[in-house]
């Protein structure tokens, strides 16, 4: 299985209705973040709990970082695909407004 398809089975994991609640965000794979190589994902936008007049603004972004999951978690198969999910349902928590603080509670830090 290719890292991209781990990314697309990880959301296809999501609820149906959270699926369907995600409004205005790509999802996408990159190599790497340019200022923190070391990042799994980051989310770029402004939380579903914090739009208020959302007219004109450019669609929310969340970026999974194939690089440096690979390097940390490539050896075992299983362990990849579930750091991916992980990492994929951490950053669209982020879209739906959970700080890192409350996902520390949850364990999805």
Do not use: C, Q
């Not at 999974?64 to 999951?69: M, S, V």
């Not at 990849?80 to 520390?104: K, N, P, Q």
């Amino acid at each position: 299985m290719t890292f991209d398809e781990h990314v697309e089975r990880a959301l296809a994991s999501l609820p149906a209705d959270l699926r369907s609640a995600m409004s205005n965000v790509e999802i996408v794979v990159e190599d790497e973040n340019p200022e923190d190589p070391d990042l799994f994902g980051l989310y770029f936008g402004i939380p579903l709990t914090e739009r208020h007049d959302y007219s004109g603004v450019l669609p929310d972004k969340i970026a999974i970082y194939r690089r440096p999951l690979e390097e940390e978690f490539g050896d075992d198969p299983a362990v990849l695909e579930e750091e991916i999910r992980i990492t994929v349902l951490h950053e669209v928590a982020h879209h739906f407004g959970i700080d890192e603080d409350r996902l520390d509670e949850l364990g999805w830090s």
